[in-house]
C-alpha cells in the first residue's frame, strides 16, 4: 500500500498518522472527504454534542514591549491609543459583568508584556477577580505572559505559576503559540517567548496540574509543512503530559499590522485546516471554531469539518478586532444554541474544564 492509500485509510479508520501521511491528505485530499473524516474523529470524541460557554474577556493593556510585526492591538508606552486597566478597573468590569450577565463560568485574560508594570500587579488582579468571583474559572495569561513575567520578577516559570495559582489561576489560554518554529518566530514575533520557552511554560502548567488551551496562527509566512508541524509538536506534548483541553486555530488578519501586505487566509483553507488539525490531534479531545474569528456562518460550517465548541458569550473582546474582525464583540447564548442546533448537532454548556452544565 502506498503512502497516499495508507494516508485515506487511517483517516477514515481513525488511526494516527505520520507528517508525511497528514501532509499528503493536506494538500491533496478533497475537502470535502476530509470534513467527513473529521466529522466522524469528533464524533469518537464528543458524539453529536457541541459546546459553548459563558465567559467574559478582559485585556488588561494593550501597552507592549514586544513589537510583534503580526500584531495590530498593542503600541508603545506613549502612544495615544495606549490604556492599562487598574485593579479599580477590573473590579468594576467584574461587578458590571456580574450584574448584567446570568450563569458566568469564566473570565478570560489575555494582555500585553507591559514595560512597568511589576509582576505584583497581575498577582493582585487575579485576587481580585477570585475574592468577587470565588466560584468562576480564570484562565488567564499565555505562556508569552508567563515567561514574561519570569523575566521581570527573577523568577522561574515554575515558580510564576505557583503563585498566581495560589493566588487564584485556575488554567491558561494557551495563546502566544503562533508558530512554535524560531525560523518564523524571529520574524512574526522576535522580541517574545521563543519555541522552547512557550512549550517549558505549558508542561510546567500541566505538572502543576493547571489544563490548558493549544492554539496556533496560521496564513502568515509559514509554510504549509511548519504549519503542520505545528500540530504534531502539540500532539507530541499532549502524549507527554495529557494538559490540553482544546485546539484552537487563529486564522492571521493582516490589517492594521506590519505584514498588511499579506493577502488574508480564505475560509476555505481555515475549513481545510480544522478538519486536518481534528485528524492529526487525536489525543486532544476539543478543537474550537472561534466564532469571532472566523465569522459566524464559518464557525457554523466549521461543525461539519470537525469543531465541537464554538468558544462562548465573550462580552468583549479588542485584540482580534484591532486587527479588522468584523463580527461582533459578544454573543448570546439562544444565538450560540441557535447556531448548533442548526447543524444538527446538540448545544451543551460547559464550563472551563468541560464539564456539563445543566
Known sequence: MNINQQAITKAQNGERLSFDEALYLYKHADILDLASWARKAKERHSQKEVYYNINRHINLSNICTANCPLCAFSCEDGDKRGFVLTKEDVEAKIKDTIAHVKGLTEIHIVSSLHPTNDFNYYIEIIKSIKKLLPNVHIQAFTPVEIVHFAKISQKSIYEVLTIL??????????????????????????????????????????????????????????????????????????????????????????????????????????????????????????????????????????????????????????????????????????????????????????????????
Open 165 to 358: 495559582q495560589q493566588a487564584g489561576l485556575d488554567s491558561l489560554p494557551g495563546g502566544g503559540a503562533e508558530i512554535l518554529d524560531d525560523e518564523i518566530r524571529t520574524k512574526i514575533c522576535p522580541n517574545k517567548a521563543n519555541t522552547q520557552e512557550w512549550i517549558e511554560t505549558i508542561k510546567t502548567a500541566h505538572k502543576l496540574g493547571m489544563k490548558t488551551n493549544a492554539s496556533e496562527l496560521y496564513g502568515h509566512i509559514e509554510t504549509i509543512e511548519q504549519r503542520l508541524q505545528h500540530l504534531f509538536t502539540l500532539r507530541e506534548i499532549q502524549d507527554e503530559t495529557h494538559g490540553f483541553q482544546a485546539f484552537i486555530s487563529f486564522p492571521f488578519h493582516p490589517q492594521n499590522t506590519q505584514l498588511e501586505n499579506i493577502k488574508p487566509i480564505t475560509s476555505y483553507e481555515s475549513l481545510r485546516f480544522i478538519a486536518i488539525s481534528r485528524l492529526v490531534l487525536d489525543n486532544i479531545p476539543h478543537i474550537k471554531a472561534f466564532w469571532m474569528m472566523l465569522t459566524l456562518p464559518i464557525a457554523q460550517l466549521a461543525l461539519a469539518f470537525g469543531a465541537d465548541d464554538l468558544d462562548g458569550t465573550v462580552e468583549e473582546e479588542q485584540i482580534i478586532h484591532a486587527a479588522g474582525a468584523k463580527t461582533g464583540q459578544k454573543m448570546t447564548t439562544t444565538q450560540l444554541q441557535k447556531i448548533i442546533t442548526e447543524t444538527g448537532y446538540t448545544p451543551v454548556q460547559r464550563d472551563s474544564l468541560y464539564r456539563k452544565i445543566k
